[in-house]
């Protein structure tokens, strides 16, 4: 099996979103994925921007950007979103602030379509990571095959 990665920078505004998603989708069509399981995918990917958006600040060695990251090897997804805004309080449980405030039900709609995430902090840099993975579903006759 071969495999695909990328990495972009981007700025911290909205219109960075539909960016990521669409390379994203792009992506998991070349490689065979599933459109649902693309679908899902890239909702949780909005989501996670859409925070690195609003969370992020504008210090730091990416100020004013976030970065997102996609890997696909074999059968399996994983996305990182980073930014540089104050990061995760201690003890954060996004299925307890998503039951308790309007905002904050991103993190709990990307628990529920990837297979699993990871929440942390960015050592020494600030901000915040979220990384989630996904085992991929692949059309009939349509894997990524080795170069």
Known sequence: MSSLWWSLRLRREAASVPLARQLLLS???S???DP???YDMCLALSEACANAVEHGSSAGDMAGAYRV?????GNRCRIEVADT???FPAG???ARCANEAESGRGLSLIESLADHVR???RPGHGGAVVSF???LARRDGHLMTAS
Do not use: T
């Not at 990251?69 to 090897?73: D, K, P, Q, R, V």
């Open 31 to 33: 490689a065979g994925v």
């Open 69 to 73: 990251s996609a890997y696909l090897e």
């Open 36 to 38: 649902d399981v693309a």
């Open 133 to 135: 993975d996904k085992v």
């Open 92 to 94: 954060y449980n996004p």
């Open 85 to 87: 805004g104050p990061g």
């Open 119 to 121: 929440l942390r902090n």
């Open 27 to 29: 992506s998991m069509a």
